[in-house]
Nanobody, 122 residues
Framework: QVQLVESGGGLVQAGGSLRLSCAAS????????MGWFRQAPGKEREFVAG????????NYADSVKGRLTISRDNAKNTVYLQMNNLKPEDTAVYYC???????????????WGQGTQVTVSS
């Protein structure tokens, strides 16, 4: 069982930066691949970035490549999403999720956090 709690969201101007954190409980955190997803009002939840359990491999949605960076610290049971050069279209609720491997499909992931709001003003 893994419980996930996101933090770090907020209001930022276009071009600004935020760093999201996802703190996990449970000793098995290091066994899970982690993903960040986002969901804007009226839209489906979409994959943003994923990282393998070891941290060696990462994957990103094309829309965020070069601007967002996922990382993890297994000693701290935490995964991060560094967001730079934010755009108004990045506005959404951001969720972290834990699963057996990196996938763009939300169905793969077993555990989800409650989400944190990111709002980017123009």
């Amino acid at each position: 069982q893994v419980q996930l709690v996101e933090s770090g969201g907020g209001l930022v101007q276009a071009g600004g930066s935020l760093r999201l954190s996802c703190a996990a409980s449970g000793r098995t955190f290091g066994r899970y691949s982690m993903g960040w997803f986002r969901q804007a009002p009226g839209k489906e939840r979409e994959f943003v970035a994923g990282i393998l359990w070891s941290g060696v491999n990462t994957n990103y949605a094309d829309s965020v490549k070069g601007r967002l960076t996922i990382s993890r610290d297994n000693a701290k049971n935490t995964v991060y999403l560094q967001m730079n050069n934010l755009k108004p279209e990045d506005t959404a609720v951001y969720y972290c999720a834990a699963g057996p491997y990196i996938s763009a499909s939300p169905r793969v992931y077993d555990y989800w956090g409650q989400g944190t709001q990111v709002t980017v003003s123009s």
